[in-house]
């Protein structure tokens, strides 16, 4: 006869809170996705966009182990495919693109009383741009990458957001269209397979 045991009692010591790993492989591309604070639009204002695609720049300068192959700026994440050529890239790309960005607007909302503070507070009262936990990062391999970029640029067009990929300001689907347009951070073409008028 089976008698059932009485599960032990539970003990989070035993069970560490998960941490996201960011488990890369050597010689792939990485999309990362950063979404906000409980997924608010908080990238509603153009100007938001625009200061985040110059942080965006700037940080490429200073990482020249991170390039940069395709990105999108939404209302509520961004996306971005990189390609890191050293294994522990990714970690400080991230920490100097997204803190330094949201002390800047976190500090521009407090000076101006903003109307969304109070949902960007958590329990203890620290207030957040971000959504915690990491965001999404994962391999890009072989043709994979074809489709993540065409997947990003067509996104504002899935959203409602435009009509036609090169309409979005805020993407490299425009420097894709024309290499020329500045309108945005340099793009690794040599990274990317020979698609280009696919991927727009």
Same mark, same amino acid.
């Given at each position: 006869?089976? %008698?059932? *045991?009485? #599960? $032990?009692?539970? &003990? ?5 809170? !998960?941490? +996201? @790993? ?57 996306? %971005?495919? *990189?390609? #890191? $050529?050293?294994? &522990? ?5 991230? !920490?100097? +693109? @997204? ?55 067509k996104n504002p067009i899935e959203r409602g957001l435009a009509k036609t990929t090169v309409e979005w300001k805020w993407s490299s689907a425009r ?26």
């Amino acid at each position: 006869m089976y %008698l059932p *045991v009485a #599960p $032990e009692p539970f &003990d989070p010591k035993r069970y560490p809170k !998960k941490q +996201l @790993k960011r488990l890369g492989v050597e010689g792939t591309a990485r999309f990362l996705t950063c979404s906000c604070f409980h997924k608010l639009p908080l990238f509603n204002n153009d100007k938001i966009k625009d200061r985040f695609v110059q942080h965006l720049g700037k940080v490429l300068l200073r990482q020249p182990h991170v390039r940069l192959i395709s990105w999108v700026v939404m209302p509520d994440h961004v996306h %971005l495919i *990189v390609f #890191p $050529e050293l294994p &522990d890239a990714i970690p400080s790309f991230l !920490k100097r +693109l @997204k803190h330094p960005f949201s002390r800047q607007v976190l500090n521009r909302w407090q000076k101006l009383n903003a109307s969304v503070l109070p949902r960007l507070r958590d329990k203890s009262g620290e207030h957040h741009f971000w959504q915690s936990g990491g965001g999404y990062d994962r391999n890009v391999i072989g043709d994979e990458l074809i489709e993540k970029i065409c997947y990003m640029h067509k996104n504002p067009i899935e959203r409602g957001l435009a009509k036609t990929t090169v309409e979005w300001k805020w993407s490299s689907a425009r420097t894709y269209f024309n290499p020329d347009d500045l309108a945005g951070p340099p793009i690794a073409f040599d990274l990317v397979p020979d698609h280009r008028g696919d991927l727009i």
